[in-house]
Nanobody, 124 residues
Framework: QVQLVESGGGSVQAGGSLRLSCAGSGDTFRDYAVGWFRQAPGKEREFVSSINWSGTVTSYADSGKGRFTIRRDNAKNTVSLQMNSLKPEDTAVYYC?????????????????WGQGALVTVVV
């Protein structure tokens, strides 16, 4: 069993930065790939970024490339998402997710665990 807890959400002006953290519980957290998703009001949940279990392979949706950076620290059981140059369209609830499957992150049924979400609001 793995539990995920997000932190670091808040309100920021456009062009600013925020750093989200996902704390995982359980000794097996380091065995899971971790991803970030977001869901804006009235929209479907969408993939943002992911990192493999060892931290050596990362991926980003086009919306975050060049602005977002994902990292993990398995000694501390944490995964972070640094978000720079934020835009109003980045406003959403951001969710941390974990899975053991090697299959695509775009199949939400492959995800084993979800966090409760952290609200990010970007204001003009």
């Amino acid at each position: 069993q793995v539990q995920l807890v997000e932190s670091g959400g808040g309100s920021v002006q456009a062009g600013g930065s925020l750093r989200l953290s996902c704390a995982g519980s359980g000794d097996t957290f380091r065995d899971y790939a971790v991803g970030w998703f977001r869901q804006a009001p009235g929209k479907e949940r969408e993939f943002v970024s992911s990192i493999n279990w060892s931290g050596t392979v990362t991926s980003y949706a086009d919306s975050g490339k060049g602005r977002f950076t994902i990292r993990r620290d398995n000694a501390k059981n944490t995964v972070s998402l640094q978000m720079n140059s934020l835009k109003p369209e980045d406003t959403a609830v951001y969710y941390c997710a974990a899975k053991q499957s090697d299959r695509t992150w775009y199949d939400l049924e492959e995800i084993d665990y979800w966090g409760q979400g952290a609200l990010v609001t970007v204001v003009v």
